[in-house]
């Protein structure tokens, strides 16, 4: 079979992420193997426009197309849907990731021909069998579907997940590496933590919890992407950096032992960072952690169950400093407390003076609770299906605060990058290569470049 998957851009073009799509590499790592021709397009790097799908679907032909859906490249995604079909009318449509999972059948209503409800792996090998051979899906599970009669299926639900250590490592020639500046993976999937204000990959495609890599694994690949690939800098995609102190301590005792030689990049909570994780981090080459903050409130941080305290997070940010790592940290203005409240954030800023300082407005993702029972805190949702509106970077009409007025929004914002500004910060609008400070709000025109090497990963 010919298998072209798709990771559509966000709706709002000011959002742009250069980190290779991998749960679509994987999957189509796995048909690959499989003696299937497959094809990855990357909207975020190969063009805004759909011209360039378009080209390749025409040259490519595949005889299935699959989409990446997140909520913020859901409106994409649905005209991308609309456009194939009429491109290709027999082409068959499959669609998963999380907000395809959350609204299976919109995806249905918008043109795919069956819906993936959870993880991937488990079942794109007979679900691409079963499409090609145009046989009855209903045997499979966790999928939503279209008969050729025009009905709609919902299977069996198992929810079924492959251990991370049994997958193999994602074939980066799927990619246009060229477009990239750096190599990203995976060393764990999912999140044990219930902040209020994200959609959760565990809980809504991940059904058991977090899956974790070993270190011997998530170290041969890095090797494997160094040796051939090239690879000097990594980005590890984790929503939490392989989650416990003591695999973070095994994993970088392991790397500096065996003299990896790769820069890497993690995302981790400020509370599983404290000196020694984080010397040991720097040993095994880590260049920059990027903490989620959040607000400088600790009443604020409470009722967004974020579960820490600004006194954990300045433990955890003075130690990653003092270890000589870049930090990055992502602030939400807008989560539910008073302007006053608001504007504790500012101060929290310059007594941690972080490296990098990314500020968004609170979106009430489907999957969280804040957009499920808006009300209930305070936030108003005028049109619960225009996710137009669900994308960072930008301030929106269609998403209000009964606590926060779009006027105060904007006047903490300006009033945030001024006092940043004033402490020796570049808005990254401005910011040139190799700047020390650095910060982005809504108000900027630019989001925060964090790579910025002289060269892609490979030779164009």
Not at 324 to 335: E, M
Request: net charge neutral; charged share 25%; glycine share 10%.
């Amino acid at each position: 079979m010919r298998v072209l998957f798709i990771a559509p851009r966000s709706f709002n073009p000011k959002q742009m992420y250069r980190e290779y799509p991998l749960g679509i590499g994987y999957l189509g790592t796995l048909l690959k193997q499989e003696g299937h021709e497959v094809r990855i397009f990357d909207q975020n790097v190969q063009g805004a426009e759909d011209e360039g799908l378009l080209k390749l679907a025409a040259e490519f032909d595949p005889q299935i197309a699959g989409f990446s859906v997140i909520t913020p490249n859901y409106p994409v995604a649905r005209q991308q849907i609309g456009k194939l079909k009429r491109l290709r009318p027999d082409m068959r449509i499959a669609a998963g990731g999380i907000h395809a999972t959350l609204f299976p059948d919109d995806l249905i209503a918008d043109g795919a021909d069956v819906v993936v409800l959870g993880e991937g792996e488990p079942v794109i090998s007979d679900l691409v069998a079963g499409l090609g051979a145009g046989r009855d899906l209903s045997g499979l599970p966790d999928l939503l579907f279209r008969t050729r009669a025009g009905g709609i299926i919902r299977t069996a639900q198992q929810r079924r997940t492959t251990p991370l250590d049994e997958l193999p490592i994602v074939d980066r020639s799927l990619y246009n590496l060229p477009k990239y500046t750096h190599h990203s993976m995976l060393a764990s999937r999912g999140c044990p933590h219930h902040c209020a204000f994200c959609c959760n990959y565990t809980g809504t495609v991940r059904s058991d919890g977090v899956a974790v890599r070993s270190h011997k694994n998530v170290i041969a690949e890095m090797e494997h992407l160094r040796d051939i690939h090239g690879a000097r800098e990594i980005f590890f995609a984790d929503d939490i950096f392989l989650l416990r102190k003591h695999d973070i301590l095994k994993f970088c005792g392991e790397c500096a032992a065996r003299d990896v030689g790769v820069k890497w990049i993690g995302q981790m909570r400020a509370d599983s960072v404290d000196r020694a994780v984080a010397e040991a981090m720097r040993a095994a080459g880590c260049q920059r952690i990027y903490f989620g903050v959040e607000s400088g409130s600790d009443r604020i941080l409470r009722e967004a169950h974020k579960g820490m305290t600004t006194a954990q997070i300045r433990r955890g940010i003075r130690a990653a400093v003092d270890a000589g790592l870049r930090v990055k940290t992502g602030w939400i203005y807008g989560l539910p407390g008073s302007l006053e409240e608001q504007y504790e954030s500012i101060p929290f800023m310059l007594d941690l003076r972080p490296h990098e300082i990314s500020i968004h407005q609170l979106i009430p993702f489907p999957g969280t609770i804040y957009y499920s029972d808006p009300a209930r805190f305070g936030i108003r949702i005028r049109d619960a299906k225009a996710f137009e509106s669900f994308c960072y970077g930008g301030l929106d009409g269609d998403i209000r605060f009964d606590y926060l007025s779009h006027g105060e929004l904007w006047q903490l914002l300006e009033d945030t990058g001024a006092a940043l500004e004033a402490a020796g910060y570049v808005n990254s609008d401005k910011a040139a290569p190799g700047a020390e400070y650095i910060y982005t709000t809504p108000l900027s025109r630019n989001s925060m470049n964090v790579f910025r090497p002289a060269e892609p990963v490979v030779a164009a």
